[in-house]
């Protein structure tokens, strides 16, 4: 195992919902599976909807690679941050996800996203820069995807 500071990939979008709107549809699991299932599929749910403890476990496909993984939330700040730790590879990869919110001055919020390897399997190291790259590819898609659900009202719905 490689356990080395991996450069984060971080990507944001601004929306012209309220900061609570939009804490309030990411704090719920199950809303991510809209504006990620172009990446992550078969979601399976447990814990709470919502908040500390929330679990999906889904396959990950990033290009050519598919993975089962776990998500789980394990730190929030109410309508400012949602941290997930997302674990793959047989518990190999781990990797820390996290949604930052904060207010755009002529209203709206601004959404950043940050996918951070922590754990990477030794013999993925090689592979580092390209899946930087997919995932960066990745998660632009789906901050766009999340600004078109909240742009069309979508509502929270519970797991």
């Known amino acids: 195992m490689w356990y080395t500071m991996i450069k984060p990939v971080t990507v944001s979008v601004e929306v012209p919902q309220s900061r609570a709107s939009v804490y309030e549809f990411?704090?719920?699991?199950?809303?991510?599976e809209p504006f990620t299932n172009h990446m992550l599929h078969d979601w399976r749910y447990s814990g709470p909807p919502s908040g500390v403890g929330s679990k999906a476990q889904v396959t990950t496909k990033i290009g050519t690679i598919t993975d089962h993984a776990e998500i789980e939330v394990f730190e929030v700040e109410d309508g400012r941050l949602i941290r997930e730790r997302s674990v793959g590879a047989k518990g190999k990869r781990i990797a820390h996800g996290t949604y930052e919110l904060s207010d755009v001055p002529d209203g709206g919020t601004r959404i950043e996203f940050t996918f951070a390897l922590q754990q990477v399997p030794a013999l993925e190291r090689p592979l580092v820069p390209l899946m930087r790259a997919m995932v960066r590819r990745g998660n632009e898609k789906a901050m766009q995807r999340l600004a078109g659900?909240?742009?069309?009202g979508q509502t929270v719905r519970a797991a």
């Open 149 to 152: 659900l909240l742009s069309a």
């Open 26 to 32: 990411l704090d719920v699991m199950a809303n991510h």
